[in-house]
Structures are given as C-alpha cells and as structure tokens.
C-alpha cells in the first residue's frame, strides 16, 4: 500500500524554462519567517544594491550603453526599481506568482553583446518563446518554511538558448559572467535576508 504523496505546485521555473543550459541556484537560511522574508523579497528596491564585484559588473555592462549615449547627456538614473517597476516600465516581465511562496521575473536578449538587445516577451508567450538568437533569462525567487521562525530563501536563475549557434555565444559570455554572477546571488540573499530581519524585528515590537 502505497500513501498519497502532497501536493506540491511545480517551481514557476519549470514551467517557463524548463531546460536550461546554464543554471545558478543560491540558497540561505533566514532568521525570520516566511512571511517576512518573502515580503522582502517581493518589495526588494534594487536601487539599494550596492557592493564591490556586483556594483562593478553592474558598472562595466553600463560602460558601451554610455559611450553609445554620451551624446544625450548622463543617463537618468532611476529612485526606485522593484519588481513591479520591471514589469511596468522595462523589458523584464513579472512571468508569474505564487503568492506568499514563490515569484519568478524573466526576460529575452542577446546577452552576450556589449550592449544588450533586450527583448520583451509577456508571460503567456514566453514559455513558447523560440526565435533564433535569442537567450531567455528567469530568475525565480522562493521561500519556503525553515523550522518555526526561520525561512529558506532560494534564487534561481536560469538561461535557456534557442538555438546552437546562440548558446556557443552564451557558453563564450558564460565563462567571463559567472562570478559576476554569483557575486549578484550573494548581494541579493544578503540584502533580502536583512531587511526580513528588520521586518520580523518590527512585528515583534508592535506585538509587545
């Protein structure tokens, strides 16, 4: 006699890049509820992420966008970027949500060039999204329940190309950005899990 496994909802990234060729997953224990915690994530203002490697990758992907645009002046730099300033206002799409548990944001583009070509595709296409010379990016963020009071948050980036010709490119660009890359896992789990803190912090307070 066999028992029923749970029901568990499939991760958003399986459902919108289910075969990647190039992963990242990060993973901390937070000490604050899920709650909380994925509050923090959902609400995270990337204006405030600032540190070394992650801040100088951000510089150096900027560097050919300037020089192209240096004609035009400085560019604006934005006051607020959260994920909902993405989905509205730039070629990043919010793909989907699992509200309280899980979000996932994605975006197409040639990656590996100087200047990025960025590509827009809406939620109900991108799973399906399959035009040459393209890559497709998700970054999904998670949080499940570690104990009591604590939560495990998870980043999940994934890339998947769609066609040979792009994914050597990709797997060229890979090699150079992967501890970039890595370096923005760390800055974003660091800044997220803080600010759960702090917001766990202050629901206690209010309770006393």
């Known amino acids: 006699m066999t028992q029923d496994q749970p029901q568990v909802p499939e991760l958003l990234g399986d459902g919108f890049a289910p075969h990647p060729q190039f992963t990242l997953v990060r993973h901390t224990i937070v000490d604050a509820p899920i709650k909380e915690t ?9 204006t405030d992420i600032h540190s070394g490697l992650f801040t100088t990758a951000e510089r150096l992907r900027e ?3 300037r020089w192209r645009d240096r004609r035009h002046g400085p560019p604006r730099q934005p006051t607020r970027l959260t994920v909902d300033d993405l989905d509205s206002g730039s070629d990043w799409a919010l793909l989907g949500e699992h509200p309280g548990t899980e979000f996932a ?20 296409d991108f799973a399906d999204f399959a035009e040459p010379g393209y890559g497709k990016l998700v970054i999904t963020f998670g949080v499940r329940p570690y104990g009591a ?7 999940d980036t994934r890339v ?13 660009y890979w090699r150079v950005a992967y501890p970039f890359t890595q370096a923005a896992h760390a800055t974003l789990l660091r800044t997220i899990s803080q600010d759960a803190r702090e917001r766990s ?3 206690y307070s209010r309770t006393d």
């Open 160 to 172: 998947q190309l769609t066609d040979p010709e792009s994914w050597l490119k990709f797997r060229r």
């Open 105 to 124: 944001v994605g975006v197409a583009g040639k990656f590996w060039r100087p200047v990025i070509a960025w590509r827009r595709v809406e939620p109900e």
């Open 149 to 155: 009071h604590r939560s495990l948050l998870t980043i």
């Open 38 to 46: 994925y509050a923090a994530a959902r609400n995270l203002d990337l």
């Open 63 to 65: 560097l050919p966008a």
């Open 201 to 203: 912090l202050a629901a």
